[in-house]
């Protein structure tokens, strides 16, 4: 019981830091999802939404951290020992990528309704049959606050679409979220 | 049913159908009546009065006509038997004029029919409307298209050739504009050179594409601020340059060239010569583009093994084409 306390309390303090990653990309006008990857208990890689900037669709935080991570030396061998802290659920794409580089376990808050790879459109983390090795995902770790962040940048009109709609008429909505601290 | 074909110069390009179209006749049962043909607007309003409603049947007929009945009786749908089951609806009927109705279960198909075929087919079990889908065109390009199409296959086989003697995986992708007919981005599978396992060649390719129109976007914004310096201009400085600077060349020419699509890859077609993974599949789902040529097929790539190019969940759908060298003597 007290181990798992310890180990909750660990993954609370990754997860707040794939937040604060996540704060950084509404703070600049990004989908606000953010991400840590987590190596013999320390923070080895950060990354956060660079879509919008790079004009760029694939710059999700998972591969901006990736990208960084081997830029920055880390081993190609020690991602099987790795875990990712991640606020919304993979898409497919990620979900794909993180099998191809062998990632030990993944921990998101909220699922991705419209292009989760780990449970909600297709099952990429655990297939038996796909490139790379598949790995145990774990969502709502901090959930609500994933949620409330991506509702706030939801509010906002987006410029960078084709036809930007008009949201004058959106409330933001929070009563079904538990925002206490977990 | 058979896939469409087409012949373009060294290929033969086959569309991959999507989901619907490849669906098999899956039935769900229903309680009929038999009655006389004169009755069934009686027992339609029994039905709507007193039954469940028919759910996710909408295609199905009310009615079918025994051909070969002899009393013109007719075979109504009362109501789905996940609804009710039959004791339930016995009971339903006891003391009304339908109680001595003979009453049997009856296999309908489960899902509308989206091809002719399927509507040939199915409507032999139990008649079904039929509206032919407006996505659903016949194959068909047009000299030039396929002259585009063959010159951007082309580029990927043979840059995937000369990528084949080094270490890296022989892959490679370029991205055409079909507008234009142009190339815009090409690239070979970069996993080895860079030592990181995701830089795949469609990945590169799409990195490509928006490192152009991030270069043309910020040209346009110095030359437009540049354009404004000029007006607010007085005496001395009027004298414009007589030669314009490279960068303001460059960017008239991204003005007037660079017909790329300005939202991520949108419209664009991609070339590969080999079915992307699902990673890059999913990756030219974000990147929105019009059509995806692949060569060589793979059991774990995104259109093999999910169908990811018409995934009714995902918010972008493309078409894909499986495309197949007339000649093997020149290939690997």
Known sequence: ????????????????????????????????????????????????????????GTRHAELVAIDRMLQGGFKLEDFRKTQLYVTVEPCIMCASALRQMNIERVIYGCANDRFGGCESVLRVCDSSTLDGSRYAAEGGCYRDQAILMLRKFYMRENSGAPQPKKKANRVLKTQDLELAKQ | MAAERIECGDYLIERIPITEEQQQLVTEDVYTARIEAARTSDILRFASKSLPKLNGIEHV??????????????????????????????????GTEWEESRISVNRVPRYPPYTRDQFEQWKALWPVAYRPPVKLKKLAFSTDEKAYIQMCLSEADELRRQNSNTDNRPVAVVIGNANTRNIVAESTDKTR????????????????????????????????????????????????????????CDSEKAESSNDVANYLCEGLDVFSSKEPCVMCTMALVHSRIGRLFFIDESESGGISHYSMHCLKALN?????????????????
């Open chain 2, 61 to 94: 007929k009310r009615v079918r006509r025994e051909s070969t009945d002899p009393d013109n009786e007719l075979l109504v749908i009362l109501c789905q038997c996940k609804m009710i089951d039959r004791e339930e609806l016995d009971t339903l009927l006891r």
């Open chain 1, 1 to 56: 019981m007290a181990e798992d306390q310890v180990t909750q309390q660990l993954q609370h303090r990754h997860m707040e830091e794939a937040l604060a990653m996540a704060e950084e990309a509404y703070q600049v006008g990004e989908v606000p999802v953010g991400c840590v990857f987590v190596f013999k208990g320390e923070v080895v890689g950060r990354g956060r939404n660079e879509t919008n900037i790079s004009k760029n």
């Open chain 2, 316 to 332: 972008h759908h493309f078409t894909a084409f499986k495309c197949t060298r007339f000649s093997t003597s020149n290939s690997q």
């Open chain 2, 193 to 248: 050179k860079t030592g990181n396992p995701l830089r795949h060649a469609a990945m590169c390719c799409i990195a490509q594409v928006a490192e152009s129109e991030v270069t043309r976007l910020a040209l346009k914004e110095k030359s437009t601020l540049q354009k404004d310096n000029k007006g607010d201009l007085d005496g001395e400085n009027v004298h414009l340059p007589l030669k314009r600077t490279h960068e303001e």
